[in-house]
Structure formats: C-alpha cells, structure tokens
C-alpha cells in the first residue's frame, strides 16, 4: 500500500515538473507584414534567439503570395494567424494592412484575451481600412488604446541606411528590467513622433527610453515646439479587453532593420519579450544572451521590391 502510494505521489510531482516545464517553454506568435522595414528578416532572427533561449514554440505568420513566398506588399493576407488561438505571446510587426475580418478578428481577439502584446515600430498603424468603414476604428483607435500612439509623423526620411538618424539612450533615473543590459546606442529609425505638441501618450504608459533625432525636418522648418526633438522610444503598459483581464503591453518605436545589428537593440527587444511574458526575474543582470543563430543579413528598408524575393517562410523547430 505504500508503494502505491509513493509511486502515485511521485506521478503527481512528476506531472507537476511537466505542467511548470510546460509554463517555462511559451508558445510566441509573431505576426509580420510590413512592407518597408523587413520585419520578415529581423522577427525569425528574434524567433530563433527565443527557441534557443527559452525552449520557446515558435509560430510566424507572414504574407505569402500565391505560390507560398513571403511578399510584404501583400497587405490583405498574413497565412497562419489561427495559430494566435493557442498563443502566450503576439508580437506584432505589421504596417497598414488590410485583412479580411477573420484574419483581423484573430489578431483582435487574441488582444481582448488579456494576454501579453510586443509591438514594433509600425504597428502604431498596424491597419488601414480605407473603405469598410466597419474596420476603421483599427487605423487609428485600436493602436492608440492597445499600444498607447497611433501614427503621427516623423522626423522625416533621410539616408536611410546608410547612417544613423536617432541617438538611442536610457531615460534618467528609469528603472526596469528591460533596460539590464541594454546600452545607449544610434539607430537607423528615424524618429516617430508619439508625445508633446498637440499629442501625448494614451493610457498608464511608462517610458524608459528615449530617442533624440540626429537630423529633423521639424528641426530645420523651426517646428520643434509642436514635434520635440527628444521622444520616448520605447514604454511599457497596461490593456484591459473585453476579458476584463489586464495585459501586459511592451512597445518601441525602433525596428529598422539595420537596427537589430545593435547588441542593444536586440537586448532591447529580448528584454521587453520576457517582462511581456511575466519572466523579468529571468532577465539575467547584463539581460537576455543576443547571440544570433546563424546569421542576419537584412535588406535595407525601403517600398518595392526591395525584400529578398523567392523566400518560403521559416519554420522554427
């Protein structure tokens, strides 16, 4: 009788390692289509850092053509969201799309679950309905309330690519574990435009890092009182859905594709995905290891055919 015991106990605590084991290894669904900063290239490259760090499923969902290549500038199609049904983490790198309402639903749904959200650069106008007047509330009033901004302007384009344009920095007495390890460093994004003048963040937005723009087109028409030169880069924040759950929010504005080259930027962005999941105590002192598998070689941004073209999508296993 005691054996039986002891062994039905030990099934129990072994099923319990399992279910913890279970916790500790997410599943992340990272939602791409955009068709100017090649999140295509830079979101499978944090995918694999991910997998190898966290033991993490990985699921990427993209905008693949007829014959199943990866197109950004299909904007009405992002193959495999039904994955967000089963997600613990959406991170979000898409810039105006218009998806068919049960494509959109399930990335609307997901949010209104209450489960945690990463968002990138764009995502600040992560949809653009021009005519279905059902959909609109997605351009503008969706971002703004899940994200905290919604697009406004920026700084303008300038050599893109080919020198950096934000001077990147930790905000003054700011304290988070997003920031442990992270260094000040110059970005290739130009900076967004999300706080001051006529506008200002939404919801309890914290900001933590701040961008200052290295050359502005606001700067040179003497227009700075209405776009500051200095912005929040990055925050995090609070959602609460239709679930009455509240979600946990990372964003940065930041996502050129030269940008993820930038130890920093990639800390930057492994960091905000651990606090997103509830595992900031897993942030070690000098943050996540950035170490990139394999290799990163992105495309710069620009519209175009200026994506690698004839690529199917990855599957990380």
Same mark, same amino acid.
């Given at each position: ?116 959200? *990463?968002? #990138?650069? %764009?995502?600040? $106008?992560?949809?653009?309905? =021009?005519?279905? !007047? ?5 351009? &503008? ?107 946990? *929010?990372? #964003?940065? %504005?930041?996502? $050129?594709?030269?940008?993820? =080259?930038?130890? !920093? ?5 492994? &960091? ?46």
């Amino acid at each position: 009788m005691k054996k039986l015991l002891f062994f039905t106990i030990s099934l129990m605590f072994l099923g319990s390692m399992t279910l913890n084991a279970q916790k500790q290894k997410p599943h992340i669904v990272f939602v791409i289509g955009d068709e100017e900063y090649r999140s295509e290239e830079s979101m499978p490259m944090l995918g694999q850092i991910l997998k190898r760090e966290l033991g993490a499923k990985v699921s990427l969902c993209f905008p693949l053509d007829e014959k199943g290549f990866i197109n950004p500038n299909i904007n009405n199609n992002i193959d495999g969201l039904e994955a967000l049904k089963s997600a613990d983490l959406m991170v979000i790198f898409t810039r105006w799309r218009e998806l068919p309402k049960e494509q959109a639903k399930l990335i609307t749904d997901y949010v209104e679950s209450g489960k945690p959200v *990463v968002g #990138f650069r %764009t995502s600040t $106008h992560a949809f653009l309905y =021009k005519k279905d !007047s059902s959909m609109a509330s997605l351009n &503008n009033e969706w971002p703004a309330k899940v994200f905290g901004q919604q697009w406004i302007v920026h700084h303008g384009h300038f050599d893109d690519g080919a020198k950096p344009l934000t001077s990147v920095y930790p905000k003054e007495n700011s304290k988070t574990p997003i920031l442990r390890g992270v260094n000040s460093f110059n970005a290739y994004s130009w900076l967004y435009h999300v706080d001051g003048g006529d506008w200002k963040l939404n919801g309890d937005c914290f900001t933590f890092l701040e961008g200052k723009s290295l050359k502005s087109k606001h700067e040179m028409e003497g227009n700075l009182t209405k776009y500051p030169i200095i912005q929040p880069v990055a925050w995090t924040k609070s959602y609460k859905g239709k679930s009455g759950k509240s979600s946990r *929010v990372f #964003f940065t %504005t930041l996502g $050129h594709p030269y940008d993820f =080259k930038e130890g !920093s930027m990639r800390k930057l962005a492994l &960091n905000g995905i651990y606090w997103a999941l509830g595992l900031e105590n897993k942030i070690p002192k000098n943050g996540v290891n950035t170490t990139i598998v394999g290799k990163y070689e992105p495309n710069n941004s620009g519209f175009g055919e200026k994506f690698k073209l004839n690529v199917k999508p990855m599957i990380i296993r």
